[in-house]
């Protein structure tokens, strides 16, 4: 089986995470149960994933001139990620203030620190790599202007642009042909396109009107709903597997890197997303983001016992 190549271009965070009972209300103080510093990051979440999917991964990002970098380019390199690409900056490193509640449900707030400032330049450094990629991954906690950058070096070189615009924000129409496959859930298509969804036949419905509007295919995730993906000729859903959830954070990162790291060319889409989805259910039921994302092996034994 061939190994696919995955830049992806994004965030490199440290997650402060506090478990609680319940998520507080405004103006509510409350005392957390525990307190955990751990790796994360959409873009580094994601590659990880990848990476432990079996893909070739480089990583094009940013980190600050604080304590917090030397840990995060670790675990970069035990996962076997090229991290040439990874700058310097001087400001914090991307922290993300993350809450979980009982249910495994949490919040997060990111202070962006040096992901604000991954510049054009620093991915016009990549470009070659990018060029010679088979698929680019990215997610919305960089600048968008660097984003559109390094999508236009991938769409000039025939390069798949997967990406997940989490944080949401509106993407401009004439940015839907830089798009192969966005993937998103719930609330950012209602963000992004306005789209309600509160089934899986709406997310189909939603799905169809997005591809129809120019953007190649949309894969949506419904958590414990299962995911769909559509593009102008199909259309599929994928059930989620049942887990008890410990922890949701990077479950989202986990489907996608996973999903990244198959070449469709090989593989039937409908065994390719199962394969995601599994991913993501084993992710949920450990504690933090790129510590609870598996490997290969271990997706591939767990679906053997299903
Ligand atoms: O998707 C989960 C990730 O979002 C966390 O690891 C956090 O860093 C934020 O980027």
């Keep these: 089986m061939k190994v696919l190549k995955v830049t992806v271009v994004g965030s490199i965070n440290m997650d402060v995470v506090n478990r609680v009972r319940e998520h507080p209300l405004p103006g509510e ?6 307190t955990i510093y751990s790796p994360g990051g959409k873009g580094a979440n994601q590659a990880i994933a990848a990476a432990r999917s079996g893909a070739e991964v480089c990583m094009v990002g940013a980190v600050g001139n604080d304590a917090f970098a030397g840990p995060l380019l670790e675990v970069l390199d035990g996962n076997e990620i090229d991290r040439s690409f990874v700058q310097h900056k001087e400001t914090n490193t991307g922290l993300a203030f993350i809450t979980v509640n009982q249910k495994g449900e949490n919040t997060i707030v990111l202070s962006q620190g040096a992901n604000g400032l991954l510049s054009k330049e620093d991915v016009f450094l990549a470009q070659n790599t990018i060029a010679a990629s088979d698929v680019l991954l990215l997610q919305n906690e960089i600048p968008w202007a660097t984003t559109v950058y390094a999508m236009k070096i991938a769409k000039a070189h025939g390069v798949k642009v997967i990406l997940n615009p989490a944080p949401a924000r509106k993407i401009e129409q004439a940015e839907y042909p830089l798009i192969d496959l966005l993937v998103m859930n719930e609330l950012e298509t209602k963000e992004i396109f306005g789209e309600e969804i509160v ?17 190649q295919s949309v894969l ?20 989620a597997f049942g887990v008890k959830a410990v922890d949701t954070t990077a ?14 060319k090989k593989s039937r ?5 199962r394969f995601a989805s599994a991913a993501s259910a084993i992710t949920v039921t450990r504690q933090g983001a790129q510590s609870s994302i598996p490997g290969k092996e271990e997706i591939e034994h767990w679906l053997e016992e299903k």
């Design 29 to 34: 103080t409350i005392i957390g149960e525990q």
């Design 269 to 273: 889409i409908e065994e390719v997303l």
């Design 220 to 239: 949506i995730t419904l958590g414990e709903s299962g995911s769909v993906h559509v593009d102008l000729e199909n259309e599929l859903c994928t059930p």
């Design 199 to 215: 089934s899986v036949k709406d997310a189909l419905a939603a799905g169809k009107r997005i591809v129809q509007n120019g953007i």
């Design 251 to 264: 479950a989202g990162d986990t489907f996608i890197g996973a999903f990244a790291s198959v070449d469709l």
